[in-house]
């Protein structure tokens, strides 16, 4: 932590990424580019390179928009700072997501936004299938990689085995490779 | 209702699993909340999957929706808390290891060599979600056309989802 860091006061933490939280619509990307220009450019909280490590590891540890967050809230302003960093970030899209939820669960029956949701259902399926072909695109190289994904994808749907099974299965393989290029290099 | 205890456990366990961009959340939470313990229906799970795409925040938001559907709004607060505890706790952790973090390769490769089954588990997702829950001509021609447009323009998925939305009133 940086002497001149540790005059940021956390409630400046807090506004600042509940206004990422806020205004970042476009999701993942488009949200790192966006606390990229507020914390590195705009306040130079952070350094880019620094940035950039942070966002490595926010991407191999699941939300990396929220990570990035908690790992930039930590380098200003250590644990306080990363929680405070976190939950503003998070706060704003969980107020939407209950007021949607309980419009939702209140009017479910409502015609028209049945109909409205009968639209977007289609739509969210091809989200999925967008996504799964990016990613593949990018993460599948090689024989092995591909025996993978369609080893994942059968087990699941054709043999109905439990997701969470499967990814730990996966895990279990990958670090067995791993040290076993270690050993062999 | 399910009791609070309950939805933290199950949402801190997901919350601990759930590696690669978030995604892998899809086929979990649908696994979990419609096949295992029945609170919502695949309907119900795919408007959530639209209604926390409405939002900045990243898609496991759904953990809010899901949530709330099982306890109300508390239920909602704790299943959001809980599913990004885990992955917080370790952010805090690296980055107070960052400096010694780097060479620890291992990690970072057996995490990346498990991605691929991540790509063939949300493949799987849409798979799934897709044979029980879409139906009739033109559920596809909205399939096809959001497709051509999440993949090939830059159009943000919330505008493309509001989008659906309106059509959807228009045409049904």
Not at chain 1, 63 to 85: D, K, Q, Y
Not at chain 1, 167 to 178: H, K, N, Q, R, Y
Not at chain 2, 20 to 39: A, C, E, K, S
Not at chain 2, 45 to 58: C, E, H, K, R, V
Request: glycine share 12%; hydrophobic share 55%.
């Amino acid at each position: 932590m940086n002497g001149n860091l540790s005059k940021v006061s956390l409630a400046e933490l807090f506004f600042t990424f509940a206004k990422i939280g806020l205004t970042g619509f476009g999701g993942g990307m488009a949200i790192v580019a966006l606390t990229e220009r507020i914390c590195v450019k705009e306040k130079g909280w952070i350094s880019s390179e620094e940035f950039m490590h942070g966002l490595a590891f926010g991407q191999i540890l699941g939300p990396f928009s929220l990570n990035v967050s908690t790992f930039i809230g930590h380098h200003v302003r250590g644990i306080a700072g990363g929680i405070v960093a976190a939950i503003g970030f998070i706060l704003p899209s969980f107020l939407l997501v209950s007021l949607f939820s309980w419009l939702y669960f209140t009017f479910h029956k409502l015609p028209q936004l049945q109909a409205a949701l009968k639209g977007t259902n289609p739509v969210v399926i091809a989200l999925i299938v967008v996504v799964a072909i990016d990613m593949g695109r990018k993460q599948i190289k090689g024989i092995s990689s591909m025996i993978m994904a369609l080893a994942a994808f059968c087990a699941t749907v054709f043999f109905k085995f439990n997701a969470a099974w499967v990814l730990l299965a996966a895990a279990a393989w990958s670090l067995g490779i791993s040290i076993y290029r270690r050993e062999s290099n | 209702m399910p009791a609070l205890l309950t939805l933290a456990w199950i949402y801190f366990r997901i919350g601990l699993i759930f590696v690669g961009g978030g995604y892998v959340l899809i086929p979990l939470l649908n696994h979990i909340m419609v096949d295992q313990y029945h609170w919502l229906s695949l309907r119900e799970f795919l408007d959530g999957l639209a209604i926390s795409q409405l939002t900045p925040g990243p898609l496991a938001m759904l953990a809010t929706f899901t949530g709330f559907r099982a306890g109300g709004f508390w239920g909602g607060l704790v299943a959001t808390v809980f599913i990004f505890i885990p992955c917080c706790v370790l952010m805090l952790i690296i980055g107070r290891n960052y400096h010694r973090l780097k060479n620890i390769d291992i990690i970072r490769h057996t995490l990346d060599g498990l991605l691929p089954a991540v790509v063939g588990l949300v493949a799987a997702a849409a798979w799934n979600l897709g044979a029980t829950s879409l139906s009739g001509f033109k559920e596809f021609i909205l399939l096809a056309a959001g497709f051509v447009i999440l993949k090939w323009t830059k159009l943000s998925p919330m505008v493309v989802i509001l989008g659906a939305g309106g059509i959807g009133l228009l045409i049904n």
